[in-house]
């Protein structure tokens, strides 16, 4: 696992611009450093958009159940731009994880360090982000998990989150969606996936956090 992970890292910097790169192999991670250029079009913009951006890259060796940690080092990017302290923040941390259960760290980091990238030079240049822009803390996570089950309201997605926890209702029984769907015939293949690729504990503080929200 451990050198697949490496392996991937190195396949990751060799694909990208760096004016200098050091590889720094600890024990428990592997941290990336160095000066990476990005480059963009988007398509009905007649800018092209690039800039330089020093990262420090934090890639743990329990991929994909710690998600690596990027440092922007020269503060270009503010801290009211989706930053949580100085890490940037790519993302909400279940969908990353679940995306990370089935991908490799290259795959990873273009996803969403590029994108993440990608959405700041372009709400710099234009004032708005590309790809919408989720909301930060327990609301993007509602949001999030609003698209993962594709319903609307808050308190489904709470007895559907709870449901990978407790593992309450069965198969046959109906879907607590109020589909009228037997539970194997709606919701049970996202509820078993989530049980599948995010630890316990994880989904334990998850709901805990959204249900004091929700009550907010």
Not at 187 to 212: A, D, F, P, W
Request: charged share 30%; aromatic share 12%; hydrophobic share 35%.
């Amino acid at each position: 696992m451990t050198d697949r992970i490496m392996l991937s890292v190195k396949d990751w910097i060799e694909s990208r611009d760096f004016d200098d790169v050091s590889i720094d192999i600890r024990k428990d991670l592997i941290v990336v450093s160095g000066t990476v250029a990005f480059k963009f079009y988007y398509e009905g913009y007649e800018t092209i958009l690039s800039d330089k951006f020093t990262l420090k890259i934090l890639v743990y060796r329990n991929y994909p159940e710690k998600i690596p940690d990027i440092v922007e080092l020269d503060n270009k990017i503010p801290d009211d731009f989706h930053k949580n302290g100085r890490s940037l923040c790519l993302g909400t941390p279940l969908e990353m994880l679940l995306y990370a259960n089935t991908n490799c760290v290259e795959a990873f980091l273009d996803k969403y360090l590029t994108s993440y990238l990608m959405s700041f030079m372009f709400y710099r240049e234009y004032g708005i982000c590309p790809y919408g822009d989720r909301s930060h803390g327990a609301q993007g996570k509602l949001e999030h998990l609003k698209e993962y089950f594709n319903v609307s309201e808050e308190d489904l997605v709470l007895q559907l989150l709870n449901l990978a926890i407790t593992n309450d209702l069965g198969r046959n029984e109906k879907c607590c969606c109020l589909s009228g769907l037997k539970f194997k015939k709606c919701h049970l293949k996202e509820v078993e996936y989530l049980k599948r690729s995010i630890s316990k504990h994880n989904l334990e503080g998850t709901y805990k956090e959204l249900s004091n929200f929700v009550k907010i």
